[in-house]
């Protein structure tokens, strides 16, 4: 079998910026609820059969305790605020498992399930639905790999290094160096992503990189620069390192088989109905018919 777990904080941002507002009977807006349960019908219509979906229930997590500038929830839009809870009642109801996250990400979640269904003999591939260079770390081999429905690219872990040319397991590595503006933490300056591809394709961790310039090899420029830059941050390199690597204690499920989609709880049309939506009900009921 094929385990599905979706980045549902990506999906909402997606469908909020790319469809057009509607409110629901009460008034609320659901536009990008209705654009996110449109999305995940429409991946059980394609055959998946196992799928769980992550969202951040609050933006905050344990992360920004440990750095002050990590990302927050300010300057969210607020019709999009709002929906992240409807977004996760509406999945429950169309009976999907979802982990809303308050201590953690739903980066966190999907690397946790990820890694947990993998380990079952039964399940033949997990996919990771994101495009986040964050979850790139999870890939392994071609059990466990990285779906951009969007654009409909699948990378395994050869996939993996082609894009950043970095092994799975050094993408936390390379983001250390080179920053993620949109978790909110800098980086180490003049480390770009070629120099960070470059060192950690022959030093897979920060502990690996010879303290000496000299013995880095040929090929990287300012190796003399970029070598002292990272000894005197060296404890900012570990804490950023700290930041991008996700966490696999999560809880999520005890067994795969909570994960099966057995169809639409019964409140799932009347909420579909609220939304103006009654096709997805019976597009639903149709794929639990099969």
């Avoid at 999907?96 to 591939?125: G, I, N």
Wanted: proline fraction near 6%; aromatic fraction near 8%; hydrophobic fraction near 45%.
């Amino acid at each position: 079998m094929k385990i599905h777990v979706v980045d549902g904080t990506y999906e909402l941002f997606r469908h909020f910026f790319a469809v057009p507002p509607a409110l629901d009977a009460a008034g609320r807006e659901i536009g990008a609820v209705r654009g996110v349960v449109t999305s995940i019908v429409g991946l059980l219509e394609s055959g998946a059969t196992h799928a769980g979906v992550a969202t951040d229930h609050v933006i905050e997590s344990f992360r920004n305790r440990l750095y002050p500038g990590y990302k927050t929830g300010d300057g969210i839009p607020e019709p999009l605020w709002a929906q992240f809870p409807l977004l996760e009642d509406a999945l429950r109801a169309m009976g999907v498992m979802v982990w809303p996250m308050v201590e953690f990400e739903a980066d966190d979640a999907l690397a946790a399930a990820a890694a947990r269904a993998a380990m079952d003999e039964r399940v033949e591939q997990v996919l990771i639905c994101t495009p986040d260079k964050d979850l790139a770390q999870c890939v392994a081999g071609k059990k466990i790999v990285q779906w951009d429905r969007r654009r409909d690219i699948v990378r395994d872990e050869d996939g993996v290094v082609a894009k950043w040319g970095v092994k799975p397991a050094s993408i936390p590595d390379w983001l250390a160096v080179v920053g993620d503006t949109a978790d909110g933490y800098p980086g180490l300056p003049g480390w770009g992503a070629k120099a960070a591809e470059l060192t950690f394709s022959r030093y897979p961790h920060l502990e690996d990189v010879p303290k000496d310039w000299r013995q880095w090899g040929s090929g990287i420029r300012a190796a003399q620069r970029l070598c002292a830059v990272l000894q005197e941050q060296w404890e900012d390199a570990l804490l950023y390192r700290t930041l991008a690597t996700l966490r696999l204690d999560v809880p999520v499920f005890e067994s795969i088989d909570a994960m099966e989609w057995k169809g639409p709880e019964a409140e799932f049309e009347s909420l579909c109905r609220g939304m103006q939506a009654e096709g997805l009900y019976k597009r639903a009921m149709a794929v639990a018919s099969r």
